[in-house]
């Protein structure tokens, strides 16, 4: 009997450390959002969204037998944090791909570490420099502001309005935008008549409207996040001023309804369809997606999800699909990312290239508008 019972145990064993020798290695995405500080309302929905899309991979089985393992980091939406953070994901935690920064500025600071470590990065910030020029390593699933400018002048130009002022906040974000709003303005046969700036933490915007006010704009547009658009709408409410109020896509989600209240109503800006997807049309390739992704988010956090949630599913979702291609390792997933074609995603359709690391095209965008505290879509 003994020796038949030690012949039986080591039979289990045996199976047991074949079965562990055939089981496939977890694959390791890093992560890097705003989780607190600031761009909070940016950084929070990102890894909610990313946490929520990763553990439902997982318990329907993982991709190809792998599992995906998530290791996120809150970088406050510091750039010298973001960049320590990166550091580590690479070196320490041994991450083959990174999803995020938050922010424009930190993508950048991050940049020239997943460069140097060969480690593929889909950011999920829109500053067009973040792609352009084309970077071997980096990605982005957030709109181009490029994009988002191009749809705020063509509304401008179809109802004749040529004279516009323009006032963006003086960080990475604001700076890529104000440079897009000049690049692009001739184009459509835009006059900038008044050019101005914000700092991150003003917490009053008077004077920059004022001065406004007393210019010949026919319109003004805004570019920035949170918190500072919304005072730029209380501030335009209280003086008076009555021309249209444009913002970036920087604010597209109810958190910019929340803190500008009542001055929110009327304003207007590009956004994913990701706000409005109930009312697209059944044939709107993205509607799937994106239904679904609202209906997820709001099963797991009573909350809506959001154009900047959408982002971090996206990116989840573009490394699954690398991994379904068979590819496991960082240049193996960057490679299938590039070849990524199709993919109807929250943000848009992605049609990645080796000359194209942004992959989407003007509509990805919508032009929407506050009416009764929530969006419509602008006809």
């Not at 709001?298 to 590819?327: P, S």
Request: aromatic share 6%; glycine share 8%.
């Amino acid at each position: 009997m003994r020796i038949r019972f030690v012949t039986f145990m080591t039979m289990v064993v045996s199976l047991c450390i074949t079965t562990a020798s055939f089981a496939a290695a977890p694959i390791k995405i890093g992560a890097l959002f705003a989780i607190t500080g600031p761009a909070a309302f940016l950084g929070e929905p990102e890894r909610n969204t990313a946490k929520m899309v990763v553990d439902e991979i997982n318990k329907a089985g993982g991709v190809k037998g792998h599992l995906l393992e998530l290791v996120a980091y809150d970088t406050s939406g510091d750039a010298t944090k973001a960049v320590q953070l990166a550091t580590r994901l690479i070196k320490d935690d041994k991450v083959v791909a990174i999803i995020g920064p938050s922010t424009t500025g930190e993508t950048m600071a991050v940049i020239p570490v997943v460069e140097k470590d060969h480690i593929p990065l889909i950011s999920c910030s829109a500053g067009s420099k973040i792609t352009d020029p084309v970077k071997h390593w980096v990605f982005k699933t957030a709109q181009n502001d490029t994009l988002a400018v191009g749809k705020i002048y063509e509304y401008l130009q179809r109802h004749k309005q040529s004279k516009v002022a323009i006032l963006t906040v003086s960080d990475g974000f604001g700076a890529s935008g104000r440079e897009q709003l000049k690049a692009q303005a001739g184009k459509y046969g835009i006059s900038i008549v008044s050019d101005d700036t914000y700092g991150p933490k003003d917490t009053d915007m008077t004077a920059q409207l004022t001065k406004i006010r007393g210019s010949q704009a026919q319109a003004i547009i805004c570019w920035g996040t949170n918190p500072g658009p919304a005072l730029i709408a209380k501030n335009a409410r209280q003086l008076g001023i009555r021309i249209p109020l444009f913002m970036s896509h920087g604010v597209s989600s109810k958190k910019f309804i929340e803190l500008a209240g009542e001055a929110a109503e009327g304003i207007r800006l590009p956004s994913g369809k990701v706000l409005v997807a109930d009312m697209l049309s059944k044939s709107d390739a993205q509607k799937k997606s994106l239904m679904a992704f609202v209906k997820d988010y709001n099963n797991h956090y009573r909350a809506e999800g959001d154009h900047f949630g959408g982002h971090a599913w996206d990116a989840v979702m573009l490394i699954k699909t690398a991994v379904e291609q068979g590819a496991t390792s960082a240049a193996s997933i960057r490679d299938q990312l590039e070849k990524t074609r199709n993919f109807h995603g929250i943000g848009g359709t992605f049609n990645y290239s080796a000359q194209d690391h942004a992959g989407l095209g003007k509509d990805a965008f919508v032009l929407v508008e506050v009416k009764n505290k929530d969006w419509v879509i602008v006809k």
